[in-house]
């Protein structure tokens, strides 16, 4: 029979390290090392920065300051406390686990001992990570499974609102076209789809009019403005918007009420892709790309129009179109992210972007409570509290393209 560990208390300290570390610390990109964890952070944690220019002056017998002024600024972890909630009914949550525990053997009739408790926990571990990839870096407002109320920004929009980071757009020929009306069933019209490909990735701005995108229903509608989809090309001047790209996982077909009269549509495909990557490594900082920690991140669709491009170019290449592509430009890494904005692209060094986190302290635990001793309920409830914060230190070294 299974073994449940019901309690009602609170794990912390080192027990609780282990589930903590996987929820807050196993989110992708920190385990591809793009991010430098901090831990400990158990209140607003400073990071200082300071830069100066260097002056190279003649030889003097006196000393001679350069006269420059050092400029120091600050960033700041400001860590936020957030839990994950979840009641079970037991004869439901033993089905599941006895479904799973099936063991190979001719009549599946062998069972190990497995802890319950860990089954429930374990069956949520991996929503909660790419809850917390999407809270990273997208922040709170882009992330649907955020419902607190404290403000939790992510990289990516503090990343795009700071002055002194190096940002270009998309808002080039190659790469976006002007669109001259999205109608209700969200098909778009343009001057032409030549440079597009089913299951190519849009991102709509600049749009005129009351289009609202309503896949979640009516009650969740929300402005095609800004919002990014995957297309399927109806004919040589329309296409339709498909699937938007925050469902990328519920899978849902995209709908929409009201109309648009004009719009700009942005765009990185196989048609294009090179030429970006290209005009991306021109402008980088020399003196940042050349650092091993140094990335290039950019979003899965990217990759896939990364990869498909290489194919088309190859000539007299045995198996051009079957083998696995090498995801670098000129030598940069490139970094597939797989809870990002579309049409987004982040140039940084894994020094530069900090994750702080409170893995041992009073603001994170776990517990998991089997109610029928307190309240007669024949449930099961788990509770979760996460702490963490995200935060950059030289504005100047980070490398921002958006549509």
């Known amino acids: 029979m299974a073994q449940f560990t ?8 080192e027990a609780l390290a282990g589930f903590m570390a996987s929820t807050l610390l196993e989110a992708d990109s920190v385990k591809r090392g793009l991010l430098t964890v901090i831990n400990d ?10 830069d100066d220019d260097v002056k190279l002056q003649d030889p003097s017998g006196m000393f001679n300051d350069q006269g420059t002024n050092t ?3 600050e960033s700041y972890l400001d860590p936020v406390v957030y839990e994950f909630m979840k009641q079970e009914q037991w004869d439901k949550l033993v089905q599941s686990w006895e479904a799973q525990s099936l063991a190979p053997g001719a009549f599946s009739d062998y069972e190990g001992v497995v802890d319950l408790s860990d089954f429930m926990v374990q069956r949520y571990l991996t929503k909660i990570q790419i809850a917390n990839e999407r809270l990273y870096w ?15 920004k992510g990289l990516l929009p503090s990343i795009a609102e700071t002055t002194g980071v190096f940002k270009t757009s998309l808002g080039k020929p190659a790469t976006s076209m002007a669109a001259t009306g999205i ?10 789809t030549a440079t ?16 609202k995108d309503v896949t979640n229903g009516p009650g969740t509608a929300i402005d095609v403005q800004g919002q990014s ?12 918007l498909a699937r938007n790209y925050n469902e990328i996982n519920s899978r849902k077909a995209a709908l929409f009420t009201g109309s648009a009269s004009s719009a700009m549509v942005s765009y990185i495909n196989a048609s294009n892709v090179l030429g970006v990557l290209s005009n991306i490594y021109s402008q980088l900082d020399p003196a940042d790309r050349v650092q091993d920690d140094f990335n290039l991140q950019i979003p899965l669709h990217v990759g896939y129009a990364y990869a498909q491009a290489q194919a088309n170019k190859a000539v007299n290449v045995l198996n051009a179109f079957t083998d696995k592509k090498k995801m670098d430009y000129l030598g940069i890494p490139l970094q597939l992210m797989n809870h990002w904005q579309a049409n987004t692209l982040l140039g940084a ?7 702080g986190v409170d893995l041992l302290g009073d603001a994170s635990e776990l517990s998991t409570v089997y109610m029928k001793p307190y309240t007669n309920d024949n449930v099961v409830r788990m509770k979760a509290r996460m702490k963490a914060a995200v935060a950059f230190k030289f504005a100047n070294e980070l490398f921002y393209l958006s549509a």
């Not at 952070?41 to 300071?50: A, F, N, P, W």
């Not at 989809?229 to 339709?240: C, E, L, R």
């Open 6 to 13: 019901f309690t009602n208390n609170t794990y912390a300290g």
């Open 183 to 192: 109608n209700s069933s969200g098909v778009v019209t343009v001057s032409s």
């Open 41 to 50: 952070v158990k209140s607003r944690k400073i990071i200082l920065d300071v």
């Open 138 to 152: 997208l922040g709170k407002s882009a992330t649907k499974e955020a419902a607190f109320t404290q403000p939790f």
């Open 229 to 240: 989809y995957f297309i399927q090309v109806v004919d040589a001047t329309s296409f339709k």
């Open 71 to 73: 400029t120091q600024n």
């Open 349 to 355: 060094r894994s020094s530069n972007l900090f994750l």
């Open 196 to 211: 597009l490909t089913d299951g190519d990735v849009v991102t709509i701005t600049g749009v005129t009019g009351s289009s």
